[in-house]
């Protein structure tokens, strides 16, 4: 016989409250509401099923929820992980730890996050949160709204992420810690780091003053380790036969520990029932700091065997460049908020919240070079060779020549292996010396062509915003409309970025030394899992500290860099009104509300527009060190919006619910999209510069002349949202839900692109940007040059192309989106007892995206599904979750500190959870405890960039990581 628990919407009210307001097992009495309900201790994955079913059940919008035991008791450090198991959710690892967020198929970018109903800042390039920034224990809860309406003050096309922090007074008093105790799967390659971390966190909640003042802290700290395989290649090039071979490799072994400092405060006075003050805290100190070491260098083929992308063959005049990066990223964010919410009287009442939020970040990555000589001082016979074969999954080396001194620390010589200096050229004096003895192995002398030895690169970002709300809501006598909300929202948000970089260039110049011992680490680095073998490890920080290094400032030597550095400023003020009805049509309740928001932005954008001068600096015509007036650039504008909203809700059965939805939604574009910055760059690749002087040619082969511009006029992102969803509650923990949505895109930002004249620029008043000894080259050798295969003798003189390709950003882009979400949350005692404790969440999302230009949207893969199989006896829980999505393009760091766009494999990450909780020991000091085993990407998944080929051109190793769980709760 099967048993049913009697399931009542009173109850999950309940529920919803305990979900919005703390962690804890329901501690209220629900007899008052129905002397026949039993109340259910809401405890592990059950509990935290139900907690998310009451809200997604009571709210008005379709939603998605999770509470503090989806936070703090799957396999999660961060939120991040929970938040990528919801239904129409996938999420994206950076670093190997879950980061990004796409909701409905649109990135972080394009997605609201709020924290307590505020808007929430990130420590990045742009508006997207990095939601592993928040450890999983400061959390309470979270809320995805997909629909919208008009009192949501933090918006985006793909939907809302609110994080929810506790509530004291509205919470079970707790002291509780927690210690984790991490390690990864696979050692580390890199010597001086290892594979073990760790957390730990303390919070507790007291009340005082006869439940009048409450208390809120949570103190948590993170030490995890990130061991990484790097693969990647420059590009896949295509020879006559149709054999394909890489064109460069950029292959290393990371390392890094991420260093995370979390206090959360939250402090509440309710002298009142009618009055409530909540004043709330949040301080991240953030460092992630570690090691990229491996080999950069072109790729020459010699012999090659087999066809199309299944070759082997032989890498000549191997000349490879040991990168030793040290990196360290460093940031915080702080926010301060304060909410007052006052009843007038029974009728009506007021809110009151501002907030204040902070971040800063500096992600520098020095470089450091070595090699077996500085370029120019060996012949192509004296360079290595390496064996290889290629297939799909890209090259593999089975054997080398001639590059032993890589893994001997007396031979290989710290020095720029390759002619990577022509940034230099208007510090030429810098690289002059006396002694005409010392000599290339051509007979030319060294120049600043060859001295180029490092560089040290980085970018600062800070962000400021600050918000305020004021709000009245009132009770309305009419039949249908029952309630009414309006208000004004201000914000004011300030972000810049300053791109700053320097040139490294070796006391030793023109000679070369060997690493010094002194900067050497005990071992070397494991570079054999991409058949390169073991490799030298040396500090390569130390010779920027001791002065090995002479530094010059990039910023005046490298125009895009200064062309990547401003300020984006917004003002935005909205008003806003919501009606709340409910009726009967038919037999059937009818809920739900009507609302608009009028949305007024003034937004500019200072900055720089970045052109190398005559003197071969950039933007410093006198050479005084200081930017150029003439190269400062300022753009404001302004605009507004209507954005009406419409949510209807009619149960067509007993707890079965049938929701319509309509809205209007923006989100503002990327902030690096809408700088006013602007810069004209020239690649100094001579195959470039001996592309010939066609616009035929540059339309085959590219340009060495590139010009990028931002667009600070450029308007948000636009869509007309529909959707219908059914939903059918029919355990306390069960239920099914189907969505349908469509999203008409009437405007996104789209990249413009067309063929302008560098010697007469007509964006720029015929500005000529060609210099004679700068964009031009003496051939210092006899060969064949460029991709159209010209012959130059040695003293040849070779001059660009006049024609280049300017990119900029533009508002009008169209399409849609249409997509299908299935939910299934299902306990199997309700298909027997015998299985009480069994169960699974599960969902599907599937999305059909088309823009009209072609291009993807960022952030959506086609199919995206979850499954979370779970079994619970007592204090016994054993949890296994899966999520899987297919192939989708997303953002990536790429050079010189900008933002590039990348297509991502599709990605399958398992997760599990067995813990047990002692609350029923009959040890009283044991009662508290509660252990649990946990494990992530166990089945050891990369993630891969392809190309439109299907190559993988870039693959990241993460291997699986354990972390063993204590957590105590003294009462």
């Known amino acids: 016989m099967i048993t049913k628990k009697i399931f009542k919407p009173a109850l999950l009210s309940v529920a919803v409250s305990a979900a919005m307001c703390s962690g804890q097992a329901l501690a209220q009495d629900a007899s008052a509401q129905d002397d026949n309900v039993e109340v259910i201790a809401v405890k592990g994955i059950r509990g935290s099923l139900i907690r998310a079913q009451a809200v997604k059940m009571d709210n008005s919008s379709i939603v998605e929820a999770i509470s503090a035991e989806d936070i703090g008791k799957l396999p ?140 809120a802290v949570a103190l948590a700290t993170t030490e995890s380790p990130n061991n990484q395989r790097k693969y990647g290649v420059w590009g896949y090039g295509t020879n006559d036969d149709g054999q394909i071979t890489p064109s460069g490799l950029d292959t290393q072994a990371i390392s890094s520990v991420l260093e995370r400092d979390t206090i959360s405060v939250v402090l509440q006075f309710q002298p009142t029932d009618d009055l409530d003050i909540v004043v709330d805290a949040l301080d991240i100190s953030y460092s992630d700091s570690g090691v990229i070491r491996g080999f950069i260098e072109p790729f020459n083929v010699g012999t090659v065997t087999g066809s199309g992308i299944n070759t082997s063959g032989t890498q000549i005049e191997a000349n490879p460049v040991l990168r030793t990066d040290p990196a360290q990223k460093d940031g915080d964010l702080q926010v301060l908020g304060l909410n007052i919410e006052y009843h007038l009287n029974d009728s009506w009442s007021v809110e009151l919240d501002a907030a204040k939020s902070e971040s800063s970040k500096r992600d520098l990555r020095g470089e450091s070079y070595a090699g077996l000589a500085r370029s120019g001082t060996l012949t192509n016979e004296e360079l290595g060779s390496r064996e290889f074969v290629m297939s799909q999954d890209g090259v593999f080396f089975t054997s080398s020549t001639g590059l032993e001194a890589f893994s001997d620390p007396t031979a290989l010589q710290l020095t720029g292996p390759q002619v990577w200096g022509g940034g230099l050229a208007n510090l030429a004096d810098e690289f002059t010396y006396d002694d005409t003895s010392i000599v290339q192995a051509n007979g030319n002398p060294y120049d600043y062509f060859n001295g180029q030895d490092g560089f040290l690169n980085y970018a ?191 149960e067509v059965a007993d707890n079965q619910f049938v929701r319509f939805a309509a809205n209007k939604a923006i989100s503002r574009a990327r902030i690096d999209q809408m700088k006013a910055s602007a810069f004209v760059k020239f690649d100094q690749n001579i195959d470039l510069i001996a592309i010939p002087n066609t616009i035929e040619d540059v339309n085959e082969y590219g340009s060495p002349w590139s010009k990028s511009a931002g667009n600070p006029s450029l308007k948000p992102l636009e869509s007309n949202n529909f959707d219908i969803s059914y939903e059918h509650y029919f355990e306390d923990e069960g239920y099914l839900s189907a969505a349908l949505f469509y999203k008409d895109l009437v405007n996104l930002t789209r990249d413009g692109s067309f063929l302008i004249n560098f010697r007469n620029d007509e964006t720029n008043e015929g500005a000529d940007y060609f210099i004679p000894g700068f964009h031009d080259r003496i051939i210092d050798r006899d060969g064949t040059y460029g991709p159209a295969g ?182």
């Open 76 to 215: 999660d450090s961060s939120i991040a992980e929970s938040l990528a198991r919801l239904p129409g959710m996938a999420g994206e690892r950076v670093g190997g730890r879950t980061s990004g967020i796409s909701v409905r198929g649109f990135k972080e970018d394009f997605t609201g996050t709020s924290l307590n109903g505020r808007e929430l800042i990130g420590i990045g390039d742009n508006r997207g949160v990095e939601y592993d920034l928040y450890p999983s224990e400061i959390m309470t809860g979270a809320t995805i709204y997909k629909t919208t309406d008009a009192t949501l003050m933090v918006q985006g096309i793909g939907g809302t992420v609110d994080l929810q922090t506790v509530r004291p007074l509205q919470a079970s008093e707790t002291l509780t810690i927690n210690g984790n105790y991490e390690i990864a799967g696979r050692d580390s390659d890199n010597p001086e780091f290892d594979n073990k971390g760790h957390r730990l966190s303390l919070s507790f909640v007291e009340k005082f003053a006869d439940d009048t003042i409450g208390l």
């Open 460 to 650: 600062d970002f800070k962000e400021e915003l600050t918000t305020i709300k004021l709000e009245a809501t009132g009770l309305l006598d009419g039949e249908v409309f029952h309630q009414v909300t309006f208000g004004i929202n201000y914000s004011d948000r300030y972000k810049d970025k300053e791109n700053k970089g320097f040139f490294a260039k070796s006391s030793a110049f023109p000679l070369s030394t060997a690493i010094p011992t002194e900067y050497l680490y005990d071992g070397l680095a494991d570079l054999t899992w991409a058949g390169l073998g073991m490799v030298v490890a040396y500090d390569g920080f130390a010779p920027y500290n001791d002065g090995t290094y002479t530094q010059y400032d990039a910023g005046l030597l490298e125009p895009d860099r200064l062309g990547d550095t401003y300020v984006v400023e917004e003002e935005v003020t909205t008003l806003y009104a919501k009606v709340d009805f409910g009726t009967e049509i038919g037999d059937f309740p009818v809920t739900g509300n009507v609302g608009l928001q009028y949305v007024q932005t003034d937004q500019s954008s200072s900055g720089y527009t970045g052109v190398v001068g005559s003197n071969f600096a950039v933007c410093d015509a006198n050479g005084d060190g200081q930017i150029d007036s003439d190269c400062l650039v300022s753009v404001s504008t302004d605009y507004s919006h209507v954005l009406p909203s419409l949510n209807v809700t009619v």
């Open 790 to 971: 010209i012959v130059y003798e040695e003293g040849d003189l070779v001059t660009p192309p006049d024609y280049g390709t300017f990119s900029y950003f533009e508002d009008g882009l169209e399409g849609s989106v249409k997509g299908l979400e299935l939910t299934a949350n299902l306990p199997f005692n309700m298909f027997a007892d015998a299985l009480d404790g069994f169960g699974i969440a599960a969902s599907a999302t599937f999305i059909d995206a088309k823009l009209d230009d072609g291009s993807p949207i960022v952030g959506q893969s086609d199919r995206t599904y979850s499954l979370t199989a779970y079994y619970v006896l007592g204090g016994f829980e054993v949890r296994v979750a899966g999520t899987d999505r297919s192939e989708f393009s997303t953002y990536q760091r790429g050079g010189s500190n900008k933002i590039d766009t990348a297509t991502r494999n599709a990605v399958t990450l398992v997760d599990a959870q067995i813990s047990y909780d002692f609350e029923d020991s009959d040890i009283d000091y044991l009662q508290g405890l509660r252990i649990s085993l946990q494990g992530t990407n166990l089945t050891d998944v990369d993630e891969e960039n392809i190309d439109d080929n299907g190559i993988v051109t870039l693959r990241r190793q993460f291997g699986p990581s354990y972390m063993l769980n204590f957590n105590y709760s003294f009462y």
